[in-house]
DNA sequence: GTGAAAGCGCTAACAT
DNA sequence: ATGTTAGCGCTTTCAC
């Protein structure tokens, strides 16, 4: 039990092991040989002077850097006041946390994809997660930092991705709709720019057309303020709508308020989804039926190959499932 | 314009400026003295090689760490799975980025305390966010940490907090409830470890107990399933019942939900209040009549205080709103 | 006011 | 298999 003081270095470890700081090095970074009986001998000592390897001396000496970086596309710095952002840092510190990393958040604007050349160009930078990425900024990740960046959303052939299945999501909410007898299904969908959001809307579309059906689309941005609107444009472009589709739940739940106002009845007049699954979808009145989307889990992948830097699949897609409660 | 390649180190610096290391350092740390002209040619110098410090080599030389820890205590891991965790990762996150920190959260054990010496013996620990503390975790903050520690939540002599003030919030939602002539006002509480939200519990015991009205507690843990629980118990201990007031909104939220399945009106029969007011708190069916609670700019003031280790009042309230809708 | 020199704690050749 | 030797990039006495 260390008493108090400085916590132990390696050359405290190799000394009470009686080995060369080198021999220490070796078995406590797990690189390079080392005798069972000195890795024994150096083991003991690790957990007898409880040793903690600086992270920041060994990050300067591999050049390894000492933060992962979230970097996060949007038109203004309030893209980073979303719960989506906030698990996917958590989740990323959460794993970090253990390797002596942290994580950092920033912004990149827009409209200037290579401000995230001056985040990337910092030696501290040991990993990158692109979020909400569009395709000029995957060409901007640095080669240095090849093999440490994964994208949630889409990537791209240096950069792989870790994504929500938001097509396969929406296929089933579509197609659960569309069983329950309804035919005029509208959506209000994401952002246009953000590449990722539209693989529902084209889920959406492929399933309309297929089953002959005219498609009714919005253009929201996962807010429940946008949410509102759109369903009052759609209630006004077509009267007769059936159901609505939101690419969140956040939406969906703005379309069901903005409904009930208006003396909707959701689900007897207008059948609504959502999409993610948050926490609360399961306490609102009417409960809403959506599709899942493990953020968290997605973080943790993302950030585990980051850390991990092994050859992954270019793109690993995460199931969403249909959860069916009382909004449609 | 660096041109590609190896990003600048201070060398490169104090060559092209025409000085020293140390005089470059001096004017880059903005410590010790510098000539105006040196100071002149080595900001030149540093934007014209575009230069970053690295952090890692920063922090081994200064012994100052490299990352931000954010220790939640708990009674399990799943603690981290909350989004007012995740809201001060990331708001710390982003407080940190610009100056080369990173952050990382991990769980401590509520019957395990000293398993915080564990993750604060890391020298790689730049500062200390303690979230939903305890006065014995508290005390286990190292030296080495004083001041670079904050409490979110209840501190200490020794450790300043930041909070919100969750006794005014729950006195404002009280009085209004008192207001609009409710007087069987029952509260769903908080976990009783959890010692700041005892403030909460005691506003509303003093102003009933002021009014000459009789309290009806139930525990709760923040949760909807828990508020679900509680709402039922309510009804059960005390069926005149014509107020709850919620520790959080997602109490809230289950209450009413609850509630509602029983056939009860809100607010016609039971006015139900929470806590937080988080965006779909004014999108639920009724909004939710809540009291705010800025834990984003909590969490920024947390972080500043921690990087700036200037000295800070022992304790700093932000104030909570009442925000009246419609369940109140 | 400025520079020279000595490390911070660790890893990675390079011997041995 | 293990030890010796250089640094990684920066800050900081300590002389000048």
Chains 1, 2 share one sequence.
Not at 34 to 58: F, H, K, Q, W
Not at 122 to 133: E, K, S, Y
Request: aromatic share 4%; glycine share 10%; proline share 6%.
């Amino acid at each position: 039990m260390t008493t108090a003081r400085r916590p132990a270095t390696l050359d405290d470890v190799a000394r009470t092991a009686g080995v060369s700081r080198s021999t220490a090095s070796r078995v406590i970074a797990g690189t390079g040989f080392a005798s069972p009986i000195a890795r024994e001998r150096v083991r003991t000592a690790v957990d007898l002077l409880g040793y903690r390897p600086n992270a920041a001396a060994r990050a300067l000496v591999r050049g390894g850097g000492v933060r992962l970086l979230v970097a996060v596309a949007g038109t203004s710095s309030a893209v980073l006041d979303d719960n989506y952002v906030d698990q996917v840092v958590s989740g990323a510190a959460r794993v970090c946390a253990p390797h002596g990393l942290g994580v950092a958040v920033q912004w990149v604007p827009l409209d200037t994809p290579r401000r995230l050349t001056e985040l990337t160009d910092d030696r501290g930078v040991a990993g990158l997660i692109l979020v909400n990425t569009i395709t000029p900024l995957l060409d901007l990740v640095p080669p240095r930092l090849r093999g440490r960046t994964v994208s949630i959303g889409i990537g791209s052939a240096a950069v792989p991705s870790v994504d929500i299945d938001n097509g396969g999501g929406t296929d089933a909410i579509v197609r659960h709709l569309y069983a329950s007898g309804r035919r005029r299904i509208a959506m209000v969908t994401g952002p246009p720019w953000l590449t990722c959001s539209h693989r529902s809307v084209e889920a959406y579309r492929g399933l309309l057309r297929d089953a002959g059906l005219p498609t009714r689309e919005v253009v929201g941005d996962f807010s429940a303020a946008r949410g509102r609107a759109a369903a009052r444009e759609v209630l006004r472009r077509w009267p007769d709508t059936d159901a609505i589709v939101g690419i969140s739940d956040a939406t969906a739940l703005g379309v069901i308020g903005r409904l009930r106002a208006d003396g909707v009845q959701v689900p007897g007049d207008i059948a609504v989804t959502g999409f993610d699954d948050i926490p609360l979808a399961s306490v609102t009145a009417p409960a809403l039926t959506t599709a899942s989307h493990p953020v968290r889990a997605i973080a943790t992948a993302a950030a585990t190959v980051v850390l991990e830097k092994r050859p992954v699949p270019t793109r690993t897609l995460f199931p969403s499932a249909l959860v069916r409660r009382d909004s449609a």
